[in-house]
């Protein structure tokens, strides 16, 4: 997936360039290929970047250890500030205000998108943080019978004392 030129794209028609995704991912190990779409759209000062896109993965279960397959789906739109300096970010600024859906990300307005880091990134986020194969896993099971431990010789006349008592016990409840 080639990185995207922004001033070609702010010149493209419609500022706009939609991306197919039918490929594995560099740095995500995934079963089956990413397949989805990213669109990305110039408006001048900021990017508008959003993508549909599904794989599947294998991952570890948390509690048995045995290995699952799991769909990673990801339905994302970001806002990325366009800065004139290849230097300056957004946080340069002496004083800035951001809500929650104002851009944080910048790129430099002469520079690329990456649009197969930034997807791998909104992959990434949604992976699930307890990794479980069923909810109802039980996890390590010992399904193995417990043996008796051998006695330690030092506890012998202790364990001897524990019988006779009761064994005396068992008499007494019987007479």
């Known amino acids: 997936m080639d990185k995207i030129h922004l001033p070609q794209l702010e010149a493209a028609p419609q500022r706009q360039m939609v991306v197919e995704v039918d490929q594995f991912l560099t740095d995500l190990a995934s079963l089956t290929p ?3 779409q990213i669109l990305v ?7 508008q970047v ?8 294998t991952l570890s279960c948390d509690r048995c250890l045995q290995q699952y397959n799991h769909r990673l789906a990801v339905t994302a739109s970001e806002l ?19 809500s929650l859906d104002d851009p944080v990300e910048s790129l430099w307005m002469q520079g690329y998108f990456p649009p197969e880091e930034w997807l791998y990134q909104q992959l990434c986020l949604q992976l699930p943080h307890q990794q479980l194969c069923d909810q109802d896993c039980q996890g390590l099971l010992d ?14 006349v202790l364990e001897s004392l524990r019988q006779s008592i009761s064994d005396h016990n068992g008499l007494a409840s019987e007479g």
Do not use: C, F, K, M
Not at 84 to 98: D, F, K, R, V, Y
Not at 143 to 156: C, F, I, K, V
């Open 80 to 98: 990325i500030w366009l800065v004139e300096s290849e230097h300056q970010s957004i946080t340069t600024a002496t004083e800035i205000s951001i």
């Open 34 to 36: 990413v397949q989805g």
């Open 50 to 57: 959003t993508a549909e896109a599904t794989t599947i993965i």
């Open 143 to 156: 399904h193995e019978q417990p043996t008796e431990q051998p006695l330690d010789s030092r506890w012998a």
């Open 41 to 47: 759209v110039h408006h001048g000062n900021y990017l």
